[in-house]
DNA sequence: ATATGTTATCGAAGCGCTTCGATAAATATA
DNA sequence: TATATTTATCGAAGCGCTTCGATAACATAT
């Protein structure tokens, strides 16, 4: 068995209490005495057990970190990237993460996770679109509660954001200074607040210019966001016959199906047509042309929720507050000036 | 302040202690009293805290999993996955996971995983090559301990391996069956043991059918095992002139190295060489053609660890044992017959 | 010298459970 | 019916810490 407080107590000559307060650097312990409990926790090797502590404390210095099913089992790593981003810190902070999935559409009656109910954490972090009635539940329970990448209106938690909006304006300024002006949005069903984001950064950045928005440029009407919603989305615009040198997709995903269409119809990228993409993924390098796109920093979103719901756990006084977090453009190989001459359409199938 | 035990003995009108027995399912209770206890529990939404429990019987239901610094923060989620599938696994059983990394070389003086100190895990899952200290370490503590895709000789602990042997013969005799009999081996330096297993097989399935291993046609220099590494390795080899048709990588990373210095020099795969790569990841789909792999269940190899050391953890007597998970060979577009006649060397710069 | 305020240390209670030995109730055996 | 055996329930101790009020030791003011 390993020593417990007790034996450095015996050993130090000192109450079991006193042992306790060099631990946690309470209050007034002589230089002396707190140098022999010192010495004598070496000697012994000893550390606190994290159960005791909890339990006389009620810190469990665990943090939930909630993700939904679909997020959690997507094949792109996006979310896995922020829950990475968070593990690293949280163990700066002396914090373990416990993870866990909900359904889609958490409700009364829906399995609520375990660690919520067994008290095991001392705050929670939940990361992308999940229900009301799981923030509420969160809240109810009185813990601390950080968001990442979703907030409702109502919502009111701290919450860490990224900067979609001024992404899409980077990527369509971008577009514009190369001489494009017939730039189309590809972008899937707007569900979650990230998307219509872009897309009202899309917008903002071509009124800005004097450019006008023409919804037969934008397609958001695929029901997903995947590599075959690009693809079917593209094909739609392409066959209203209304040209187009530009594509700005609302993610990485989506702007690798746009550029297997136009490679099906034998377009060159970004010769006939440039593309940007958002998110910043693996799949950019490895794409040919090498995909533009707007950087997420994912780990960072991650660590940023972590410190700030450690903060909240340490001095529950703190404030809600709501960080955006900004993003960068990242040009490589599938963007270009725009041709002289507008391309042709091929009509499509 | 949540109902405690306490309080369900109160409203169930019986001993906190038989309230407990009903919770563990323990022993004899009649059928009335523990109809009794649970419908107070339900009544009052009961449920035990985990530190209580945890303090009373030395049990955390957390599982530690370490992996090293740099298998962690690699791009490619090759490990990633693995903990998402043990996560999973993890939860079915009412156990959660505790992640932390170590440096490559752990050793004496090196920081010990938090949770192992303050004993906060009823067991630890090692995932990849770790040191000789750390193994150590663990067994010393006397926790259960399962390794995934990794072991030493001496390692007495049970381990999840994968079938590289298996699958390198796999994807040799694919070869051989499609006529191919001049056949390259791209590894990086096999500090892994995974890496040498595959080697091995790939020899093994050349001597099966009496192809002679030749050197020339083994590159195995490369200091690590990126896309780099396999391009530069292919380089070496179109270098020496030795002329082939298929080359069987032995990772995907390094695979698609070979297929972009194949194309660099104008050779086409598959037409003028095959290539088939090893763990089948995400890249597989992405690069052009699709590349051909051995499959590697990486969310399995978490899960059956996770269940190896639950059942070790309930039940200390069980045995140490040694899983070879299987794997399986996919083909994609990057592998066809051979070609009539052996190609021409192109030769190197 | 005594009263007053500070600082350092201690002992005990308590956190919310599990577990074990004791006891009471129910059942079987003689 | 008395006794032995089995089954159900209970009370108390204990898991290893934190925390708080009490007390002892020391310094300062009167």
């Given at each position: 068995m390993s020593p417990t407080i007790k034996d450095v107590a015996q050993k130090a000559g000192v109450a079991l209490s006193t042992v306790s307060l060099v631990i946690n650097r309470k209050s007034n312990v002589r230089q002396e005495t707190k140098k022999r409990v010192e010495n004598a926790i070496a000697e012994l090797n000893y550390h606190p057990r994290r159960t005791a502590r909890g339990l006389a404390s009620q810190r469990t210095y665990n943090l939930g970190f909630i993700l939904t099913e679909d997020h959690f089992s997507q094949a792109e790593p996006f979310y896995t990237k922020i829950f990475l981003g968070s593990e690293i810190e949280a163990r700066k902070h002396h914090y373990y993460i416990l993870l866990t999935t909900v359904q889609k559409n958490f409700r009364q009656g829906a399995p609520i996770p375990r660690f919520l109910l067994e008290r095991n954490v001392d705050g929670v972090i939940l990361a992308g679109k999940v229900s009301n009635g799981l923030i509420d539940f969160v809240q109810g329970m009185g813990l601390p509660l950080v968001m990442i990448d979703y907030t409702t209106p109502a919502c009111k938690a701290s919450t860490v954001l990224i900067d979609n909006y001024g992404g899409a304006c980077a990527a369509v300024n971008q577009f514009i200074k190369e001489g494009h002006r017939d730039i189309a949005f590809v972008g899937g069903e707007a569900s979650h607040p990230s998307l219509s984001e872009r897309l009202r950064g899309y917008k903002a950045a071509l009124q800005d210019q004097g450019i006008p928005v023409r919804d037969?440029?934008?397609?958001?009407?695929?029901p997903y966001t995947g590599v075959d919603d690009g693809r079917e989305a593209t094909r739609k615009l392409l066959g209203?016959?209304?040209?187009?040198?530009a594509v700005f997709a609302s993610n990485d995903t989506m702007a690798v199906g746009v550029m297997r269409c136009l490679k099906e119809k034998?377009?060159?990228?970004?010769?006939d047509v440039s593309v940007i993409g958002f998110d910043?993924?693996?799949v950019c390098l490895q794409v040919e042309p090498c995909l533009s796109s707007v950087r997420v920093f994912k780990e960072d979103l991650g660590a940023i929720a972590v410190r700030r719901i450690v903060e909240k756990i340490e001095d529950d006084r703190m404030m809600v507050n709501r960080v955006l977090v900004p993003v960068e453009l990242v040009l490589r190989e599938?963007?270009?000036?725009?041709?002289?001459q507008v391309i042709q359409r091929i009509v499509s199938g």
């Open positions: 037969a440029l934008i397609s958001n009407a695929e209203t016959g209304v040209p187009f040198t034998n377009l060159t990228v970004p010769r910043d993924i693996e599938s963007t270009a000036r725009a041709p002289q």
